[in-house]
């Protein structure tokens, strides 16, 4: 199978242009995040190779719509973060390539299942990252940070995952549910420790246990047009 059925994306072997590195400390727990303006060669060679692809809804959690990134595509940008993971997160060798997405946000906030009104953690591992590039136009709102009020978690690792749904399970018996909406700011069981802003071919690295979710503001669009609505590339690596 070829990695672009319809065209090469460009940019893919020249990887990144050169660019700097912002190291962010969030929480209480000091978790890194690493933010990369200017990430990708040719953004817009992604975004065209998005709209060539079928998308479809992969999973319960995900708002929207995806579609597989090509592996060599995936591989291409592991390597190219490999040195900040070893640098930052003390990971050396990076992880594998676990799941790559290229992602379009497209429910509506009135059909939001309960899941997708809370933050979320992409796995326990204490191997597994997560890059989000965006690759939209606009208001694109950003990624956001949470901490569970009641425990103070801001991320959860094996050691912590029942004591987090336990707390969670009572928190929303207590609370009720969220009302069908995406999360903006603190509620009665999180509170919000960062924003991390989307801007056009960003890149963000962070840990995959860390809890967050994305932040959508009104003025996103919502469209399964990928040239239109809110694109972004979704790289998850771990092998734990």
């Not at 990134?69 to 040195?83: G, Q, Y």
Request: proline share 8%; glycine share 8%; with cysteine.
């Amino acid at each position: 199978m070829e990695d672009f059925p319809n065209r090469r994306a460009r940019g893919m072997d020249a990887g990144m242009i050169d660019s700097a590195a912002t190291i962010h400390v969030q929480g209480e727990e000091r978790r890194p995040l690493i933010a990369i303006d200017d990430f990708w060669s040719d953004p817009q060679g992604l975004r065209e190779d998005a709209a060539s692809l079928k998308m479809g809804m992969i999973g319960p959690h995900y708002p929207g719509v995806r579609a597989p990134v090509p592996p060599r595509l995936a591989e291409t940008m592991r390597r190219r973060i490999a040195p900040l993971l070893a640098e930052h997160f003390g990971l050396d060798p990076a992880p594998a390539v676990s799941e790559a997405y290229y992602s379009l946000v497209t429910t509506a906030p009135a059909e939001l299942a309960p899941i997708q009104r809370l933050p979320h953690f992409d796995g326990v591992e204490p191997r597994r990252i997560a890059m989000l590039l965006f690759l939209g136009h606009g208001e694109q709102g950003g990624t956001a940070f949470y901490r569970q009020r009641v425990t103070g978690y801001e991320s959860v690792d094996a050691t912590r995952l029942d004591r987090f749904k336990a707390h969670l399970d009572r928190e929303v018996q207590t609370h009720g549910l969220p009302d069908a909406a995406y999360i903006a700011g603190d509620t009665a069981l999180y509170e919000r420790i960062a924003v991390q802003p989307a801007r056009f071919n960003r890149a963000l690295i962070y840990a995959g246990n860390t809890l967050h979710c994305a932040d959508l503001p009104p003025q996103v669009t919502l469209s399964a047009d990928p040239l239109v609505g809110r694109l972004t590339l979704n790289l998850f690596l771990s092998d734990d």
